[in-house]
């Protein structure tokens, strides 16, 4: 996936894909429950598995072992800046 991908899958999502997606950003790697449980109590997500399943499809977060992190290649393009103004 290149940047232009990467971009237009990121103008494509809902706001509370984005709202998950900035939460991974910030914390890079969270274990599976801690995840879940701050999606739903702190940030309001209403079905926050379902959210993390779609960003995972996109390709935009990894399944690790017990953890969820961001995919390399969103980690990359974050890195060199290339995607800023997509996130908002």
């Known amino acids: 996936?290149?940047?232009d991908d990467l971009k237009r899958?990121?103008?494509?999502?809902?706001?509370?894909?984005?709202?998950?997606l900035k939460y991974f950003i910030k914390?890079?790697?969270v274990g599976e429950l801690i995840a879940?449980?701050?999606?739903?109590?702190?940030?309001?997500?209403?079905?926050?598995?379902?959210?993390i399943g779609k960003l995972i499809?996109?390709?935009l977060l990894e399944r690790g072992m017990g953890c969820y992190n961001v995919?390399?290649?969103l980690l990359e393009?974050?890195?060199s800046?290339?995607?800023?103004?997509?996130?908002g």
Do not use: F, W
């Open 9 to 20: 899958v990121l103008k494509s999502l809902d706001q509370e894909s984005l709202k998950v």
């Open 81 to 87: 800046r290339k995607i800023e103004e997509s996130l």
């Open 57 to 59: 499809d996109l390709g």
């Open 27 to 29: 914390h890079r790697s």
């Open 71 to 73: 995919s390399k290649k």
């Open 1 to 3: 996936m290149d940047t």
């Open 36 to 51: 879940i449980r701050e999606l739903r109590g702190i940030y309001r997500i209403n079905d926050p598995a379902k959210c």
């Open 77 to 79: 393009a974050l890195k």
